[in-house]
């Protein structure tokens, strides 16, 4: 089913598109139909880029968003995504054009519990900082990114006392 027709389905909650290379920016658009949904699963759809994101940022109902390995959202993309901010699960994981300064539009998802951000190079302490709005966080998964420094870890850590980082070395 091309994804225009999914404005013909307002009441899928859960939508999962992974690994559907095909989609493009301009199919994300009919996603807007779907009021509804809450969970949203864009993972190895390498074709999305920020524009898409754009369409994303008016599914406000989202609160799980993958997007595993699309790798070419940057910061400008993250920007539209802070307008989400019911979202309490966000997988950025292999998006490795997202610096410290894409992580300042999160600090609205004050609803996130888990954030992803495996492999996710260009993030350090100063990105790391914005993450202390995040009141709800309880999972930060750094595992393979480089090195940050103690310091921002300890402050997420200080300030709820319950988060959970994940870190696993680079090889």
Known sequence: MALRHMSMCPGIATLTLSDCRRIEDSGLASLRALRGLT????SC?????????EHLGKLVSLKTLKLLCCSNITDAGLKDLGRLTRITELDLTLC?????AG?????????MRKL????CGHISDMGLKVLVKLARLKVLDL?????????????????????????????
């Open 45 to 53: 759809c390498t074709s999305i880029t920020d524009v898409g994101l």
């Open 103 to 111: 992580l300042w539009n999160l600090g609205n998802m004050t609803r």
């Open 96 to 100: 490795k054009n997202i610096t410290n």
């Open 143 to 171: 595992s393979w990114a480089p090195s940050q420094g103690a310091q921002a870890l300890q402050a997420l850590v200080d300030e709820d006392g319950d988060v959970t980082i994940v870190k696993r070395p680079v090889a």
């Open 116 to 119: 992803d951000l495996c492999w």
């Open 39 to 42: 969970s949203l699963d864009l």
